[in-house]
Structure formats: C-alpha cells, structure tokens
C-alpha cells in the first residue's frame, strides 16, 4: 500500500513540473532596437517588467524614469512584438554622475541570445555619451 502511494506521488509530481519554455527561433538581424518613444511605448514596458519580474511598479515609477531619462530606455521587438526592455536612469552621486540600470527584461523564450546585452550595451553608450562616469543597478 505504502510503495502505491509513493508511486501515485511521484507520478502526480511529474506531471506537475514546469514544462521547458519552448526557445524562439529568430535571426540576430529580426530583432530591432529602438529607444523609447513617447506613451506609446508605456504600456508595453509595463507589461513586460508586470510579467516577468517579480517586484510590481506603479505607473508613476515607469514615468519616473521614461519621462526624465527617454534616452536611456530602450526596447527590442521581433516582427512587431515586444520582447525586451531596459529602463535606466543618470544622477549626481559624489561630485560624479553615475547611470542606474533599474528595469533589464528579456521574455524567456528570448533570453540567452545576446538581447539584454545589446539593450544594456546602447544605454550604456548614452550614458557614457551624455557625461556619465559610474555605472550601478537597481535590480
């Protein structure tokens, strides 16, 4: 009775375990990046970082950063759809200006392709370009 149990247990925990995330398939060149454009944007930021990081923001937080830094925040799209993002932030800290990463997302079927090193790489040159010196994150 008790070895049934014990296999009707492990079965069942079998069938609960996560599913491998299915990859996509994209050519490096399918993905565009574009720096963050107005509202439009704003929605699709906030979904990402709603459903793939585990800390949730309100919508003055998003604001925040994409109104007073547009600049530093970028995204990645393949064939129109949002896949990643990268929302940053300058300020004095002293007597030198240091960047903050604060939002890096990559949805998984995406990661492990060089997306967030290419979005964390363009704010990165705007930074640098618009007299930052330090580079911390947030997350």
Same mark, same amino acid.
């Given at each position: 009775?008790?070895?049934?149990q014990?296999k009707e247990?492990?079965?069942?925990?079998r069938?609960m375990?996560? *599913?491998?995330?299915? *990859?996509?398939?994209?050519?490096?060149?399918e993905?565009?990046?574009?720096?963050?454009?107005?509202e439009h944007?704003?929605?699709?930021?906030?979904?990402?970082?709603?459903?793939?990081?585990?800390e949730p923001y309100?919508?003055f937080?998003?604001r925040?950063f994409?109104?007073?830094?547009p600049?530093?925040?970028?995204?990645a799209?393949?064939?129109?759809?949002?896949v990643g993002t990268?929302?940053?932030?300058?300020?004095?800290?002293r007597?030198?200006?240091?960047?903050?990463?604060a939002?890096?997302?990559? $949805?998984?079927?995406y990661?492990?392709r060089? $997306?967030?090193?290419?979005?964390?790489?363009?704010?990165?040159?705007?930074?640098m370009?618009?007299?930052?010196?330090?580079?911390? *994150?947030?997350f």
């Amino acid at each position: 009775m008790l070895l049934q149990q014990q296999k009707e247990t492990r079965g069942r925990e079998r069938t609960m375990e996560a *599913k491998p995330e299915e *990859k996509a398939e994209f050519e490096e060149a399918e993905i565009e990046y574009v720096s963050y454009g107005g509202e439009h944007h704003l929605p699709l930021i906030m979904n990402l970082v709603d459903q793939e990081l585990s800390e949730p923001y309100s919508i003055f937080t998003y604001r925040y950063f994409v109104y007073l830094w547009p600049q530093l925040s970028f995204l990645a799209f393949h064939k129109g759809k949002c896949v990643g993002t990268v929302v940053c932030k300058m300020g004095e800290h002293r007597n030198t200006f240091r960047g903050y990463i604060a939002m890096l997302v990559v $949805i998984k079927p995406y990661r492990g392709r060089g $997306i967030a090193t290419e979005l964390v790489t363009r704010s990165i040159r705007m930074m640098m370009e618009s007299g930052c010196e330090e580079l911390a *994150k947030f997350f």
